[in-house]
């Protein structure tokens, strides 16, 4: 994350502040993402790792601090210290670059798995589905599931279903892809498909931002590791000195934890 | 024999309008449930408000009630509406709310997920109602307004008070005429062919829907 030229920088954050009633979930968090990045956020349960992807998209919003992605403001810190967001339309186009997968796959149940990938392109992009329709069978082809593009999500197992959801957010041709762990709601012997997937997309210098579990995952696809407790940043680094020497007596011990 | 054939004929007659009344109102009163349902849920305070009050008073008192206002309230202010016309206006004002009230519970039904994701794959909320919440929110409703459908079919006997010839009323003029209850149990034959019918549909309705579950 150092060395950044400015024109590289796909997503920068400052300073976010964002409470939910009275609780504090993140404490003033700063952090920069540049192109072909894999960061890959740890942390215990509750130390606002969902909160701070979600603020990324606005799917939350922040009461104070300022984003940026692309180069683009999403919202900006006025001079009392306010956030103040950009109007609806150029939010819309200001995130149009970025991609979710969630830890509940959320596909659309009443859909196909092909019309659940031009769903998207179609409404949102106006493109017809004719035009569509190869570019989505070729997602599907690489997440391996080309031959259940007419099936109902229902009838997909949950790996299934999560590299269809991958392969959805794929169809709009982001730049910057947000998981919020993507394998928690796995059976243990799914978790592998879908990890296979996101490495691949890894290798193809997909920007990425992976709140996840997966240790091996953290360690062997990420460019960068942060560990998140208590809504801030206690430390970061990359994988190699992040796993061999963690510094911080927090991280030291989840460490210790999970492996 | 004859003159069973002959008093069918008739209250084959009055079952048309039944039919008519039915029909119109369904039609009628399921696009503007669901509109009162849009409405009633969307941040817009005093259509939210606007839409409660409406479902309040529609369920609030009886539909006998209802009719009878729209039948002889409304030309006391100068709005002279033909029986039918007054008939439909009041079956569907009363079948929107109740409609309204199931689509919005069964929209409130589809989880959080489903709005984030259309959200995070750029769509507006008109396109995300359109395309995703309420396909999903149909099918989960059908046995409900199932339900109210068939309710509808008998329901529309109570037009019986405002001198049409439904096939209710069809039923009573001959009874009192020829002293003979056959036309009670033909008309009650008559209302359970339609509501069969009705069930049969909505099964198939279900089961049409049922491909997508696991
Ligand atoms: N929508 C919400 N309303 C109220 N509290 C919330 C909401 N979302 C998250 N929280 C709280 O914020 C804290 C951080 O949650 P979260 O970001 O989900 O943590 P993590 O993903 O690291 O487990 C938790 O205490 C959680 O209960
Ligand atoms: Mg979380």
Known sequence: ?259 | MDNLLHTIMLMLEGTQITLEIFCITLVLSLPIGLLAALGRISDVKPLSLLMEFYVWVMRGTPLMLQLLFVYFALPMVGIMLSDLAAALLAFTLNYAAYFAEIFRAGIQSIGRGQYEAAKTLGMTYPQTMRRIIIPQMLRHVLPPISNETINLVKDTSLIYILAMNDLLRVARTIVQREFDMTPFVVAGVFYLIMTFVLTWAFKRLEAHYAKYDQ
């Open chain 1, 1 to 259: 994350m150092q060395n950044m030229t400015n024109d590289n920088i796909m997503l920068k954050m400052q300073n976010i502040h964002k409470s939910f009633g009275s609780l504090e979930v993140l404490k003033g968090i700063d952090l920069s993402v540049a192109k072909g990045d894999v960061l890959a956020i740890i942390g215990p349960s509750g130390s606002g790792k969902s909160t701070m992807l979600r603020c990324i998209n606005r799917l939350e919003e922040i009461d104070s601090g300022s984003i940026e992605i692309k180069g683009r403001m999403l919202v900006r810190e006025t001079a009392d210290g306010e956030a103040e967001y950009v109007d609806e339309a150029e939010s819309r186009d200001v995130l149009s670059c970025t991609g979710m997968v969630f830890q509940q796959f959320n596909l659309f149940p009443h859909m196909t798995v092909l019309q659940n990938l031009l769903e998207a392109p179609v409404q949102v992009k106006k493109r017809s589905a004719a035009e569509v329709r190869p570019e989505a069978e070729e997602l599907l082809r690489k997440v391996g599931l080309f031959d259940k593009r007419d099936c109902y999500p229902g009838r997909l197992s949950g790996g299934q279903q999560q590299r269809v959801a991958i392969a959805r957010a794929l169809a709009m041709n982001p730049d910057i892809m947000l998981f919020d762990e993507p394998t928690s709601a796995l059976d243990p012997e799914l978790t592998g498909e879908v990890l296979k997937t996101m490495r691949e997309l890894a290798a193809e210098h997909m920007t990425m931002v992976v709140v996840t579990h997966e240790m091996a995952f953290a360690r062997e696809a990420a460019s960068h590791v942060m560990f998140m407790a208590d809504g801030v940043i206690v430390e970061q680094g990359s994988p190699g000195e992040f796993f061999a020497s963690p510094k911080q007596e927090r991280t030291i011990a989840f460490l210790q934890n999970m492996l």
